[in-house]
């Protein structure tokens, strides 16, 4: 059953996605304590050396959103997965800055320790990630999507249904799926050549 929160969220996107974009303004400050959550959880994973701290990165994130001219939101699951991808690939432009800048340095490192099937395998490189789910994405577009909001958006099972459009069965199945392939090519990647 929808909150309080949730339906005015819902109803500030329907408002953002028909031009008004005091709308935007106006749900900034009712998602800000769960994209500042969400940030925590990110930065958590990242080298300990980081600069960036969650709060430059949901900050960053608002002035992406403030960028788009048109999005068609239909509810709170949709958003947080959207705004759950944009965290993502700025943290890989971050990283990709940064290792840049150090010319082949430490690269950044996110924990996957509070995925079960990652459990062998503490720690990836955040730029190894992205680029498996990008290998991913060519191969099953939905598998990539379905780790991109659970893991980076912390969508439930349920939430990532609506925002699909698929059935439970469907996203668990996939979700295991996708954990194996992403286990099996990070190990991969990391394994000495």
């Keep these: 059953m929808p909150t309080r929160t949730s339906a ?11 031009g008004e974009e005091n709308a935007r303004d106006e749900l900034m400050p009712l998602v800000y304590d769960e994209l500042h959550r ?3 959880t990110y930065l958590r994973r990242e080298r300990r050396q980081h600069t ?5 990165l949901v900050n960053e994130l608002f002035l992406k959103f403030s960028e788009q001219e048109r999005m068609s939101w239909r509810n709170r ?3 947080f997965g959207v705004a759950a991808q944009m965290m993502r690939r ?6 990709r800055a940064h290792y840049a800048s150090k010319r082949g340095g430490d690269r950044f490192c996110v924990s996957l320790k509070n995925i079960a099937a990652f459990g062998a395998q503490p720690d990836a490189d955040l730029l ?3 680029e498996v789910l990008n290998s991913l994405e060519k191969i099953d577009p939905d598998q990539a999507r379905i780790v991109e909001l659970k893991f980076f958006g912390g969508l439930t099972i349920k939430e ?7 059935g439970h069965a469907t996203v668990e ?21």
């Design 8 to 18: 005015g969220i819902t109803q500030l996107l329907e408002r953002w996605s028909n």
């Design 90 to 95: 700025i943290l890989v432009d971050y990283a």
């Design 38 to 40: 969400l940030a925590v």
């Design 77 to 79: 699951a949709q958003f």
């Design 128 to 130: 190894a990630l992205h």
């Design 52 to 56: 960036l701290q969650p709060t430059a």
């Design 160 to 166: 990532i249904e609506e925002v699909m459009g698929i």
């Design 173 to 193: 199945r996939e979700w295991k799926l996708a954990k194996a392939y992403l286990k099996r090519e990070l190990t991969r990647t990391k394994a000495p050549a």
